[in-house]
């Protein structure tokens, strides 16, 4: 037992660190400020004119009957509340093929929900469609005004269900 935890910190120190040694800036004397190199987190400003886009990402792309995916919008200021609708998000029991789930999201578009795929959707391809909506309400008379802001729709594949993906 020995012998095998010695030869894997022996490969350990072979290979070496797995992260790179930072860089260090020295001051010039021109300059009098040191730089530090760029992170990876510090994209910049987002373009204003991808604020203005509506986006839909559903994470795992490629679920499996009767589990669950994660659902990131982003959608246009002007909005106030997103629509996603999908042949696989049916209930069970329930005659609609098609069904919407409705989420609300920050100041700046931004919104995230946990989806069930019904185990009754059918394997295969699907649609799954955005819609950035402004939704205004009357107060005197309860009547409730929606308008499109935007659109966006992905394809989504649903895979067979098994019992053995619990058993990993």
Known sequence: MRLVAQIGVAATLMVGPGTPAEQVTTPTATAGATT???SSDDKG???KALKKVPSLRILPSHPRQASHVRV???CPKKANHAIIGSTA???KGSRRVYREVGM???DRGLG???VSISYYALPGWHKALLKCVKVTMNKKTRISRTRVIGRDA???YVRRFSIWQYFD
């Open 36 to 38: 530090s190199p760029p």
């Open 45 to 47: 400003p987002i373009p």
């Open 72 to 74: 990131f919008v982003h």
């Open 89 to 91: 998000f049916q209930l």
């Open 104 to 106: 609300g999201f920050s």
């Open 112 to 114: 995230h929900r946990g």
């Open 154 to 156: 992905i394809p989504l």
